[in-house]
């Protein structure tokens, strides 16, 4: 976890504004950006004559109507992308460019030749690219970790991290071209986690999208095998056709197995408008089956607590220098890898055989 003491600093808070004021931008960034001490919110912008009405009455903050009118308010050090995915690459090297800093939703871009613009951006500006892999911070993830990291499910053999709703996305979400589908949505937030578990290097990819007839042109149904050179195995399966739910997680190891329904419920309170009262109803806590003693014992395990606070006072710290960053535009590169790897699977029906990095 991150040095909060390094963190809460409220001296020189970074003038930040927020590009997008629909869900996202709304009830994640604009939000948690106003938790962090060491962010200032200087502004959100919108399109929309409505969204700047509520912009200004209720964050009091200022609206800006145009993109370029942030680029060039000189208070705002850093911008952050609550936009549609197929915005994030072209916005983002624009503020770089202007000398801002970056955040931007996840995915963090169309495919794996935008990230590299970005990052080449990012570097050329002396600036901080990073891209808001909040579920990093999730309670379930967390609490994984520390069950592998401590051995007691052993060493990872299989693990399965499925999510699923139902019924067909809307909006731009809906829009491949755009970027859009469940599998580019949640899957970025699944891959980006098992990649942060895995011991090894990642040495293929294999995918297979499927097609309902849900009324939108992105897959309904999604399953992508990462195999890992160590022998393990990491299946993200993602859903617009759970009418039951699938578990979260489910983990294999050498020594245990861990079953886990339920998503983080920090979302929840977050849109309730008090994140740190998250709470969960201990039906939904881990259930990890291992032998004690030459015996199957079944116990449910007390999850870490989730702190999604952490990413922006993060970022915040970073960009003052007092702490590194915790997601870096280099580490998530190689979710982009998988997300064209996966693309190229079902195109081909092959599995795609991974370049090796030093991530």
């Known amino acids: 976890m991150l040095n909060e003491s390094v963190l809460m600093s409220t001296d020189d808070p970074v003038g930040t504004a927020v590009v997008g004021f ?3 931008g709304r ?5 948690l950006v106003g938790l962090a001490p060491g962010l200032n919110l200087q502004g959100v912008v919108s399109s929309r004559a409505e969204a700047r009405q509520q912009i200004t009455d209720r964050l009091q903050t200022r609206a800006y109507e145009h993109f370029d009118e942030l680029l060039a308010d000189t208070r705002v050090e850093l911008v952050v992308l609550a936009t549609p995915n197929d915005l994030h690459a072209p916005q983002a090297i624009a503020a770089l ?18 990230a590299d613009a970005m990052i080449d951006a990012a570097n050329q500006a002396g600036r901080v690219l990073s891209v808001f892999q909040n579920r990093r911070w999730d309670s379930d993830y967390l609490t994984v970790k520390r069950l592998l990291q401590e051995q007691t499910l052993g060493k990872l053999v299989y693990a399965q991290l499925a999510w699923g709703q139902f019924g067909a996305p809307g909006s731009w979400r809906g829009e491949a071209e755009r970027g859009g589908g469940k599998f580019v949505d949640l899957g970025a937030h699944m891959i980006d986690q098992a990649l942060q578990l895995a011991s090894s290097p990642l040495q ?23 195999s890992f050179a160590d022998g393990s195995d990491v299946h993200i399966v993602t859903s617009s056709l759970a009418r039951l ?3 979260r997680w489910y983990v294999l190891g050498t020594e245990g197995a861990l079953e886990k329904h339920g998503v983080d419920p920090q979302e929840r309170f977050m849109i309730a408008g008090n994140i740190d009262a998250a709470t969960e109803d201990e039906s939904l806590w881990p259930r990890v089956s291992r032998a004690v ?10 999850p870490v607590a989730g702190r999604w606070r952490s990413y922006y006072e993060n970022v915040g710290a970073a960009i003052r220098g007092r702490a590194e960053l915790a997601v870096t535009a280099q580490s998530v590169r190689q979710v982009m890898a998988v997300l064209d790897a996966s ?3 079902v195109r081909t029906g092959q599995s795609v055989e991974m370049a090796q990095t030093d991530d």
């Not at 009830?27 to 939000?31: A, D, E, G, L, M």
């Not at 460019?97 to 935008?114: S, W």
């Not at 293929?204 to 990462?226: K, M, Q, T, W």
């Open 245 to 247: 739910q699938m578990p």
């Open 204 to 226: 293929r990819v294999y995918a297979r999208f499927s097609d309902a007839g849900l009324p939108n042109d992105v897959e309904d149904h999604a399953h992508c095998i990462l």
């Open 97 to 114: 460019e202007a000398g801002k800093h970056v955040v931007t939703d996840k995915p963090m871009c169309l495919d794996l030749a935008q």
């Open 293 to 302: 003693a030459g015996q199957t014992t079944q116990m449910v395990v007390q």
């Open 343 to 345: 693309r190229t699977s």
């Open 27 to 31: 009830c994640f960034h604009s939000y």
């Open 22 to 24: 629909g869900f996202a």
